[in-house]
């Protein structure tokens, strides 16, 4: 998930600030960004569903998935469980 | 018509009752002078006291320090998000300018937890980002009417200019009359020190206090502390002692002036 830098500060971006709802630029910017930048990154995390898409006007907006999000974090937690359990 | 309160005992008081439900609502002040304050506190109190969840929309500051700043008056927004009972909405100005921005926004927020009330902070921001020749009252207009129609009352925030309210007029750009109750919130210099009034400018429908109440913003947040009745002067921004007081001052140092003489000649 965490595969590159853009995407960690989306993450805590979102996750501190969950009613965020913005277009490619809005958010780039909030990060410090410009949109072309973190395209891709937003992609990705669009199709792993936490973050989710829909057009108003001519414009894509981007905000937390909130049920794919916290699916995800399940997944994220379940899977560190079971790694401690191996290594125990 | 029924009364929305904010749950601030002394200005309800003053809005004999509350604010007319759906009545959309402005509250006017320059920075500092508790605006955001006041606006999370009416939303707190709708969903802690009256059961009536609430939506805050802003498109200044990130969640995330409003987040802080409420927990610094004891308000757990957090909790009141997972109790589906609030939500805090940041967007661009310009995305809900779009046609059906607004519905496209906060349609599924609005289904999701039934707000009463709705916080929009602020209407400036809106005006900054209408494009080139736009009408900022046409804007407003359809904004503040997408809210009521989806039976929610809106509050709206506008930043005034330090001296906003001198010349009783609260908006440059002629929105007083889009809305139907006007808080002004204005510093007043009085005795080389600075103080807070909050004056109720316009109440469409209803009586309402006429008289400016001094205010603070305290840990527990928005508080009317009384009036500036030995004040006249207080909107034109040169207070002054009204006559009587003037004239109880003028014989308490008479007399401290006597007293002191004769103290000298014994």
Redesign the interface.
Known sequence: MLSSEIKGDLLVLFH????????LD?VAR?IGRIGTAIQTDVQDMVSAHILGT????G?E?IFLDRSGDKAAQESILGYLKNLKGKTE | MGRQKTGIVELDAMLRGGFLERDAVMVAGAAGTGKTTLSLQHLVNGITKFGEPGIYLTFEQ???QIYRDAENFGWDLKKL?DQDKF??????P??LL????AG??LDATIKEIQPRRMVIDSLNHLEMYLPRGGDMRKEAYRVLNYVKTKGISPLAIWETQQNAGQAFSVTDVGMSFLVDCILLLKFVEIDSAMRKAVVIMKMRGSDHEKALKEYAITPQGFKIEGGFSDYEGVMSGSPHKVASERFVDMFQNQKASEKHKGGLSH
């Open positions: 501190k600030n969950p009613g965020l709802i913005d277009s809005g909030r829909r057009r108003i006007g414009r907006i | 990130l969640p995330d998000e939500r805090l909405v940041c967007t661009s310009d995305l779009e046609p059906d921005g496209q926004l």
